[in-house]
């Protein structure tokens, strides 16, 4: 089992930066597949990227391909998501989630753990 943390979150104008991390508990961080997801008022939780437990495969939303890069460092548990040329639109609580899975999922419905969410805001 696996416990997940975000931080990193906050209020930024459109065009800034944000690193959100996502700290894990638990031995076997390295065989868990990472997500991040979003949800805006309103709107159901989409897929924002993933990445498979090596780092090697990654995968990303078309609304934010080439604005926002997902990483991982296993030797300290944790997963993060730079996010440049924010947008309003940007806007949600951002989720991290893990699979144990060789795969690399990026619906919500195949993930088991989830952190409780970051709040990012993007004013214009």
């Known amino acids: 089992q696996v416990q997940l943390v975000e931080s990193g979150g906050g209020l930024v104008q459109a065009g800034g930066s944000l690193r959100l991390s996502c700290a894990a508990s638990g031995r076997t961080f390295s065989s868990y597949a990472m997500g991040w997801f979003r949800q805006a008022p309103g709107k159901s939780r989409e897929f924002v990227a993933a990445?498979?437990?090596?780092?090697?495969?990654?995968y990303y939303a078309d609304s934010v391909k080439g604005r926002i890069t997902i990483s991982r460092d296993n030797a300290k548990n944790t997963m993060y998501l730079q996010m440049n040329s924010l947008r309003p639109e940007d806007t949600a609580v951002y989720y991290c989630a893990a699979q144990s899975t060789v795969g690399v999922p990026i619906r919500a419905y195949e993930y088991n753990y989830w952190g409780q969410g970051t709040q990012v805001t993007v004013s214009s």
């Open positions: 990445i498979g437990w090596s780092g090697g495969r990654t």
